[in-house]
């Protein structure tokens, strides 16, 4: 009897931490909506009267310094959670995550970087597709929990990579160090051929 009321209290719980983040993500994104909406009614100022218009132009061109770049990191998380919900591996986020936990450990490159920690925070809440990306990889990670698994762990062995990887002197790539890596790309395309 204590099984049957250990596994309703489970399932109870389960479903009340279901909510929550469900309540939590709504919230979240109708906030950044709101908070995108805001950060672009100022646009219209650029067709108002003469005085106005040059601070409208002004305000443009701030929100595009700011959103322009961000579209394009956005873009290709999209293109990650689109890989990810086909079960895929992505391309982009397992290096994304790996940076990010490099720059948490690493203190020197945080303070060198903060300026453009900032833009990306503003980027998020101004960015008008900020919403939709968010919602695709929570919902391709949900789709493929084993990928998104594995995506982890691929960030952590490139974190790894990268904290182990001295600076290097560039040198001129000879034909027997580029040989086992075409050898490997070709094996590997002969692989998706046939599975296709």
Not at 68 to 84: C, F, V
Not at 97 to 122: C, G, I, K, S, W
């Amino acid at each position: 009897m204590t099984t049957i009321a250990a596994r309703v209290r489970t399932t109870r719980e389960r479903r009340s931490q279901h909510r929550a983040f469900h309540v939590q993500m709504s919230g979240q994104y109708l906030l950044t909506a709101a908070a995108a909406l805001a950060a672009a009614v100022p646009l219209a100022l650029v067709v108002a009267p003469m005085p106005f218009t040059i601070i409208g132009w002004f305000y443009a061109v701030v929100w595009g310094l700011i959103v322009i770049p961000s579209m394009g990191a956005y873009t290709a998380l999209l293109y990650d959670a689109l890989l990810i919900a086909l079960n895929r591996h992505p391309l982009f986020l397992p290096t994304a995550l790996a940076t990010y936990r490099r720059l948490q450990m690493n203190h020197d490159h945080r303070r060198a970087l903060e300026p453009f920690r900032r833009v990306a925070v503003a980027a998020y809440w101004i960015n008008p597709i900020s919403n939709l990306v968010g919602a695709a990889i929570i919902t391709a990670i949900r789709l493929r929990p084993r990928l998104a698994h594995e995506m982890i762990r691929q960030a952590d062995a490139i974190a790894k990579g990268l904290d182990q990887a001295a600076p290097a002197v560039p040198r001129e790539p000879m034909a027997e160090m580029t040989r086992p890596v075409i050898l490997q790309v070709e094996r590997e395309l002969d692989a998706e051929l046939q599975a296709c």
